[in-house]
C-alpha cells in the first residue's frame, strides 16, 4: 500500500506563511488530498490535487505537486490563529486513502 | 449545516456492553465509511458501503459491524467493546469512489470504555 510521511511538527508566527511538507511513495495515486482537523472534531477537506496537476490554488491556500519526486505542500498565506490544527495529506489507492500521520501546526502571536 | 452528522458526540460504554454508534448524511452520497482514528494517530478504515454493498477491510476486528438501512444512515456496532476500542470513530461520505469525489467527514464520536 501507500506510504505516506509528514513532518510531524511545525510552528508558524500569526501573519506569516506556513508550508507543510508530505512525501509519498505509490506513484498510482490519482488524487492527493490535505485535510484539516481541529481538536475534538472530524476531517475538514481542504483542497485536493489531480496527480496530473502540478499546482493548485484556492484563496490562501496553494498545493505544490513534485510527482517525480512525490512530494506534495500545502502553503497557508497569511496565517491566522484558526488555521491552527493538525493537517493530513492522503494520497488514493481506488476508494482507499493512505494517510500521514498529520502535522501538528502551532500559530503563535 | 452539517452534512455528515454523528450522533452522540460522545459515547461511554462499559467493557463488554454493546454499543451503536450512528451517522447521517444529507449529501445524498452513495458511498459511506467508517474509520477508528486513536489518539495522535491517522484515521483508519473500518469498512465501507457502495450503496447496499459492504466492504470489510481485511484487519477489521469481527468485533466490529455495521448496517446501513438507507442511502442517509449507517451504523457502526460494537459488539463487546474492549478497552482498546477507546477511539474516535468518523464517519464519511462520498458520491462515488473514485479520487475526484473526495471523502467529506462528519464531526466523529468520541468513544470511551468503562
Known amino acids: 500500500g501507500e506510504d505516506v510521511e509528514q513532518s510531524l511538527f511545525l510552528s508558524v508566527r500569526e501573519g506569516d506563511s506556513s508550508v507543510i511538507n508530505c512525501t509519498y511513495t505509490d506513484s498510482s495515486s490519482t488524487y492527493l488530498y490535505w485535510y484539516k482537523q481541529e481538536p475534538g472534531a472530524g476531517l475538514q477537506l481542504l483542497t485536493y490535487?489531480?496527480?496530473?496537476?502540478d499546482m493548485k490554488q484556492d484563496q490562501r491556500l496553494t498545493v505544490l505537486l513534485n510527482k517525480k519526486d512525490k512530494h506534495l505542500s500545502l502553503r497557508i498565506a497569511d496565517t491566522q490563529t484558526g488555521d491552527s490544527a493538525i493537517y493530513f495529506c492522503?494520497?488514493?489507492?481506488?476508494?482507499?486513502?493512505?494517510f500521514g500521520a498529520g502535522t501538528t501546526v502551532t500559530v503563535r502571536a | 449545516d452539517a452534512m455528515v452528522i454523528q450522533n452522540p458526540r460522545y459515547q461511554v460504554t462499559q467493557f463488554g456492553k454493546p454499543v451503536t454508534l450512528s451517522c447521517s448524511q444529507t449529501l445524498n452520497h452513495n458511498v459511506m465509511y467508517w474509520y477508528q482514528q486513536k489518539s495522535s494517530q491517522a484515521p483508519k478504515l473500518l469498512f465501507h458501503y457502495y450503496d447496499k454493498d459492504f466492504n470489510n477491510e481485511a484487519d477489521t476486528p469481527d468485533n466490529f459491524q455495521s448496517r446501513r438501512p438507507n442511502t442517509s444512515f449507517c451504523f457502526l456496532d460494537i459488539r463487546s467493546p474492549g478497552l482498546g476500542d477507546a477511539a474516535m470513530y468518523l464517519c464519511?461520505?462520498?458520491?462515488?469512489?473514485?479520487?475526484?469525489?473526495?471523502?467529506?467527514f462528519g464531526d466523529g464520536t468520541r468513544l470511551s470504555i468503562l
Open positions: 464519511a461520505t462520498s458520491r462515488g469512489q473514485g479520487g475526484n469525489q473526495p471523502q467529506h
Open positions: 490535487i489531480f496527480s496530473n496537476m
Open positions: 492522503a494520497g488514493n489507492l481506488g476508494y482507499k486513502l493512505s
